[in-house]
């Protein structure tokens, strides 16, 4: 089965920096386009950022400039890193496999970052 399984997350103080990681398994990872989106209490799950097979990437205007989405593809892996974190990246992160022609999406289970002032 498809598993993606998110790591890296907890709490971190406004300005610090913070690296989640996804592995995944039972997908031909090096074709898939990655993504990782975050959900606020309250609030709708949102896109901060993707990245495709060619490396074309994707952010979210509130990340841009502060946060990387990079891919390793040897290791199954995609990394979110974060910097210079405020109160409103506080969330719940999740890592998305995108469906393609023949299979749907998957989602890891969710990881919390929360920022503390």
């Known amino acids: 089965q498809v598993q993606l399984v998110e790591s890296g997350g907890g709490p971190v103080q406004a300005g610090g920096s913070l690296t989640l990681s996804c592995v995944a398994s039972?997908?031909?990872?090096?074709?898939?386009?990655m993504g990782w989106y975050r959900q606020a209490p309250g609030k709708q799950r949102e896109l901060v950022a993707s990245?495709?097979?060619?490396?074309?990437?994707n952010y979210a205007d509130s990340v841009k400039g502060r946060f990387t989405i990079s891919r390793d593809n040897a290791k199954n892996t995609v990394y979110l890193q974060m910097n210079s974190l405020n109160s409103e990246d506080t969330a719940l992160y999740y890592c998305?496999?995108?469906?393609?022609?023949?299979?749907?999406?998957?989602w890891g289970q969710g990881h919390q970052v929360t920022v503390s002032s």
């Open positions: 039972g997908i031909i990872f090096s074709r898939k386009t």
């Open positions: 998305r496999c995108f469906g393609g022609f023949s299979d749907g999406d998957y």
């Open positions: 990245i495709n097979k060619d490396l074309n990437t």
